[in-house]
């Protein structure tokens, strides 16, 4: 069989797929992956008599917290919630407020639970659990989200809410709580009892037993939700420590595929910093000097116009530039790899033009390094024009003499030029780092190993913020 250029034996169906470039920028900054992925579970659970109307409601709303405290009494669980409330604008729920209410309005469920209220009885969790979601579908938890305390206690009540579900986006446990920091707590907030009688020490020793009992089970039916937080700590380090998680959003499970610059003065490692990460994720890397020279040795009218720039000292015009790096990281293997890319943008008018085209990087580092620093590095380095080997004076001499003799030091490498660049490079700094939101500033003074681990481990961790405040 052949195809219509005559080429035989080509299954076209196998062939690779040609896609722009932009398709996959537009799609991770406007976490579409994410996007359907959760209105497809939305849609599963709640199995809606319209799904369509069910799907538009889904994307007419804004993501909101549904937050779960558990910890037992004096732990500090009604100021945490307390907190969180007042800074997302969340609506801060209690259990047995929630009960209290049902049972006074006379709900269907409220009704079913006022005999054991009534009694002082516990309430079965085929009464509680829908007595709850009654409360938690309600308009204002739906639009400003829900901060819970007191509820769900148990693994059944937990998997009473899942299974219609109504699943939490944190679930913070207060661990840690001794029988005699329960009992100072209170002391400190007895005011806000009012007329609430105070625990007794039995009621705290029971509760804090029950709370034991219950959290293994209880952490396992949430637990890629769960964050503990200690309970000694004050109520402000303890609030601290949520708020960041909240503000923190969980790993997509989106394909990642790396599209990064990372720009630096000379001397500040860039380059290899590009290459180790390359290296390791399977990217392409690309360096803006190299695309440079080969479109210099191309000998067509791009490489005149570059040459004739290089020799006047003229600046090369962005539209040439930009076509030159747009062409090198739209290739197929770019798309389908990654490319980490070093000495492109310079400006921030560059940075825009890549980001007009759909061609802007998911992560921006910033390599920052001391003028000494990059003398060190690079004012000793030395080329052998016979052989090309690279020597240092101080950290990597040459091997005998009549090799040392015929060194030739880079004009680049020279400390008046090498302060000039670095000049350079942090007057167009804040604007270009302005042009990403989510640029991450590295010291690049330390070692190679130092610095690439930190690139590393950032280049994986979420970047976009959860809940932020009102």
């Given at each position: 069989?052949?195809?219509?250029?005559?080429?035989?034996?080509?299954?076209?169906?196998?062939?690779?797929?040609?896609?722009?470039?932009?398709?996959?920028?537009?799609?991770?900054?406007?976490?579409?992956?994410?996007?359907?992925?959760?209105?497809?579970?939305?849609?599963?659970v709640s199995q809606p008599a319209d799904p369509l109307d069910h799907m538009i409601a889904f994307l007419n709303q804004r993501p909101v917290p549904r937050v779960f405290v558990h910890g037992p009494t004096g732990s500090g669980a009604a100021a945490l919630c307390g907190s969180i409330a007042g800074k997302?604008?969340?609506v801060n729920l209690e259990i047995g407020a929630i009960v209290a209410a049902a049972v006074e309005q006379e709900t269907d469920p409220g009704v079913e639970a006022k005999?054991?209220?009534?009694?002082?009885?516990?309430?079965?969790?085929?009464?509680?659990?829908?007595?709850?979601?009654?409360?938690?579908?309600?308009?204002?938890?739906?639009?400003?989200?829900?901060v819970l305390r007191g509820f769900p206690k148990t693994r059944a009540q937990a998997v009473g809410l899942q299974i219609?579900?109504?699943?939490?986006?944190?679930?913070?446990?207060?661990?840690?709580?001794?029988?005699?920091?329960?009992?100072?707590n209170l002391e400190d907030t007895a005011g806000s009892y009012a007329d609430a009688?105070?625990?007794?020490?039995?009621?705290?020793?029971?509760?804090?037993?029950?709370?034991?009992?219950?959290?293994?089970?209880?952490?396992?039916?949430?637990?890629?939700?769960?964050?503990?937080?200690?309970?000694?700590?004050?109520?402000?380090d303890v609030f601290a420590e949520g708020w960041t998680r909240l503000c923190t959003s969980d790993q997509s499970n989106a394909p990642f595929i790396p599209r990064v610059v990372i720009l630096g003065a000379r001397g500040s490692g860039d380059q290899e910093q590009a290459n180790n990460l390359a290296q390791k994720y399977g990217a392409i890397a690309?360096?803006?000097?190299?695309?440079?020279?080969?479109?210099?040795?191309?000998?067509?009218?791009?490489?005149?116009?570059?040459?004739?720039?290089?020799?006047?000292?003229?600046?090369?015009?962005?539209?040439?530039?930009?076509?030159?790096?747009?062409?090198e990281i739209s290739q197929l293997a770019c798309q389908t790899q990654g490319w980490v890319m070093t000495g492109y943008p310079k400006t921030a008018s560059q940075a825009r033009s890549l980001a007009d085209a759909g061609?802007?990087?998911?992560?921006?580092?910033?390599?920052?390094?001391?003028?000494?620093?990059?003398l060190d590095r690079l004012e000793g380095k030395r080329i052998d024009p016979v052989s090309g080997n690279s020597y240092h004076v101080l950290y990597d001499p040459a091997p005998g003499a009549e090799i040392g003799i015929r060194l030739k030091q880079h004009p680049a490498n020279k400390q008046s030029e090498l302060e000039k660049h670095v000049e350079s490079y942090m007057s167009n700094y804040?604007?270009?780092?302005?042009?990403?939101?989510?640029?991450?500033?590295?010291?690049?003074?330390?070692?190679?190993?130092?610095?690439?681990g930190y690139i590393d481990g950032n280049l994986v961790r979420p970047v976009a913020p959860g809940f932020p405040g009102p």
């Open positions: 069989m052949s195809d219509r250029d005559g080429n035989i034996g080509i299954d076209q169906s196998k062939r690779p797929l040609a896609i722009d470039p932009s398709f996959a920028a537009y799609a991770e900054k406007h976490n579409v992956f994410d996007l359907l992925e959760g209105m497809t579970k939305d849609l599963i997302t604008e969340a005999p054991f209220v009534e009694a002082g009885d516990t309430i079965p969790n085929k009464v509680l659990v829908p007595l709850v979601l009654d409360r938690l579908r309600e308009g204002d938890c739906k639009r400003n989200g829900f219609q579900g109504l699943l939490p986006t944190h679930v913070f446990i207060l661990d840690g709580t001794t029988e005699a920091l329960a009992t100072q009688a105070v625990p007794s020490a039995q009621s705290i020793r029971d509760d804090l037993e029950d709370f034991r009992l219950n959290l293994a089970s209880y952490s396992a039916t949430f637990d890629s939700v769960v964050c503990r937080l200690d309970a000694n700590l004050p109520p402000a690309i360096h803006f000097q190299d695309v440079l020279q080969k479109a210099v040795d191309m000998g067509d009218a791009v490489s005149r116009t570059i040459k004739s720039s290089l020799k006047t000292g003229a600046p090369i015009p962005d539209s040439v530039l930009h076509a030159l790096v747009a062409k061609l802007e990087p998911n992560r921006a580092f910033f390599l920052d390094v001391e003028t000494n620093t990059a804040d604007e270009l780092a302005g042009c990403y939101a989510g640029h991450v500033r590295v010291d690049a003074n330390f070692d190679s190993e130092t610095v690439m």
